[in-house]
């Protein structure tokens, strides 16, 4: 695997494929295709008007770090009165209109659909190889489906959440640092058999 990415180009995804101990698939990455983002900023004391507006239209907010979903979108508490938001299926425009609707005079939007790399990340292993470089407790008791996270992962900047008590996370990751995360994650998911798809389409 080292001589692999040693001649790969740091600016590449690593390839799709299975990485590290054979006959066994501990760790499981998946790009998730077929999905519009687009970021939600409140205006200035207009947080709690857009989050009831947002819960009216049946996508109940919440300022905090913490994913929700509802009427067919998922989104999750980046910052104080900001989200990042999903479509799966959509389109950014189309997503990005939608929500200038729901927001109209209460917050701003940007599209995000071209911004990050989604991955969702599960296996018996997962919790023991994102420790290796995620700064936050991943213990059940700790962090559970629907907590999120905005962190530096192996110095590179993500949000991440819990979907599921597999568990299973999603994590976006910026395009320009996606190739060095999943070096990183395949080198830390190795040791358990590291199963990675999707990086070989468009």
């Known amino acids: 695997m080292s001589d692999l990415f040693n001649a790969l180009s740091p600016a590449h995804l690593v390839p799709a494929g299975h990485y590290g101990v054979q006959g066994a698939t501990g760790v499981s990455a998946q790009v998730v295709a077929n999905l519009a983002a687009a970021t939600l900023m ?49 389109d950014g425009a189309t997503l990005r209109r939608r929500l200038e609707a729901l927001a109209d005079g209460l917050g701003a939007v940007t599209d995000q659909s071209d911004a ?43 949000t991440f959440w819990q979907r599921g008590d597999a568990p299973s996370y999603r994590f976006a990751v910026g395009n320009t640092f996606a190739p060095a995360f999943l070096r990183w994650l395949a080198t830390s998911a190795a040791e358990y058999g590291f199963s990675l798809e999707g990086t070989d389409r468009g």
């Open 42 to 90: 409140a205006r200035k004391g207009k947080t709690a008007d857009l989050i009831a507006a947002a819960t009216a239209s049946g996508l109940p907010l919440v300022d905090a770090p913490k994913a929700v979903s509802g009427a067919g979108l998922e989104a999750v508490g980046t910052g104080p009165g900001k989200w990042l938001v999903f479509a799966e299926g959509s």
């Open 116 to 158: 990050n790399l989604v991955l969702d990340i599960t296996g018996p292993k997962v919790r023991e190889a994102l420790a290796k470089g995620v700064a936050v407790d991943l213990d059940p008791r700790a962090f559970r489906p629907g907590d999120a996270a905005t962190t530096p992962v192996s110095h590179v900047g993500v």
